[in-house]
């Protein structure tokens, strides 16, 4: 029967939303330990394959010369390159969250990223070739890199592909956590008629999850912080990332309520507990969910007036 397949599917998508919603909200704590976990275990995880594939590359072309080679070699060879390649991780996740390969942007970050490429390549294989040299050393040895017009060409060759492999991996996790925690975006104006509500000064945002959408009040976000390419809504715990900069969300915002008190912070004066003074003229808001959230020295004595 039609009426119960459709109650069926309506029902398998609601558990579906609400087992995903518990999913997140467990996983949110552990971000800042999973996050750079991943990429030290796919960095060794790397170097061990690389180290054991070179040295048995090694040792078949010196199987018939009865010559012996030195199994310290191969690991340091790859354990310095993926030692520098992940301290630089960090540096290209924010470089792409300042400068994002958005489609809109695309045009215009793009040659910024293939410039920063380079300069990449250049920190890693001079990081990875100090490296080399210092234990190479201790060992009573020389390396040799070789000619480094050639050898660098051919490394960043391979770090090209890794930088934008930074990229692709942190632009897939970034979308999947949208798609699980909801993306919200301003109202639009309708097509035809008057508007329900003020475009240029809206009081809900329209939220986007796992292909439902529901309206959120603009009077329940908490504060807002800028991500990249984002400003996420803190609401209830929860954060709702709104395609913006903060300049242009801090223009529609009601000014009685909502104070921008960083560069990347707003806070709805509704929900300040304290503010707190801190050393250096900033500050920090104590919020009533327990977040506290930087006040820095240049927006204070706006704070200060508007929450009299």
């Known amino acids: ?96 969250r300042r400068y994002p390969l958005a489609l809109g942007q695309l045009k215009k970050n793009l040659p910024k990223h293939l410039a920063a490429s380079i300069v990449y390549s250049v920190v890693h294989v001079t990081a990875m070739v100090v490296m080399r040299k210092a234990i190479y050393a201790t060992q009573g040895g020389h390396y040799d890199f070789g000619s480094w017009p050639q050898e660098f060409l051919y490394e960043y060759l391979k770090d090209i592909r890794s930088y934008f492999g930074v990229i692709f991996i942190i632009t897939f996790y970034e979308l999947l956590l949208l798609r699980l925690q909801g993306e919200a975006r301003l109202l639009d104006a309708p097509d035809s008629g008057t508007p329900v509500e003020p475009i240029e000064r809206p009081t809900r945002f329209l939220v986007k999850k796992l292909g439902k959408e529901f309206l959120l009040p603009a009077n329940e976000v908490e504060w807002l912080k800028a991500w990249g390419n984002y400003v996420n809504l803190r609401v209830r715990g929860r954060d709702y990332p709104l395609r913006a900069t903060m300049t242009e969300i801090e223009a529609r915002l009601d000014p009685h309520k909502f104070v921008r008190v960083h560069r990347s912070n707003i806070i709805n004066l509704d929900f300040v507990d304290t503010i707190e003074p801190l050393d250096a003229g900033d500050a920090r808001a104590n919020m009533r969910d327990g977040e506290k959230v930087a006040v820095s020295r240049r927006y204070r004595d706006r704070l200060r007036q508007h929450a009299l």
């Open 1 to 96: 029967m039609p009426g119960v397949r459709e109650a069926t599917h309506y029902n398998q998508a609601m558990k579906t939303s609400i087992e995903n919603q518990e999913w997140l909200a467990r996983y949110q704590p552990w971000r800042h330990i999973v996050e750079p976990g991943f990429w030290v275990v796919l960095h060794c995880f790397a170097a061990t394959v690389n180290t054991v594939i070179v040295s048995m590359d090694i040792e078949r072309s010196l199987q018939n010369t009865g010559q012996n080679f030195a199994i310290w070699k191969p690991v340091l060879w790859e354990w310095s390159s993926h030692l520098a390649l992940l301290a630089l991780v960090p540096v290209v996740i924010w470089f792409n």
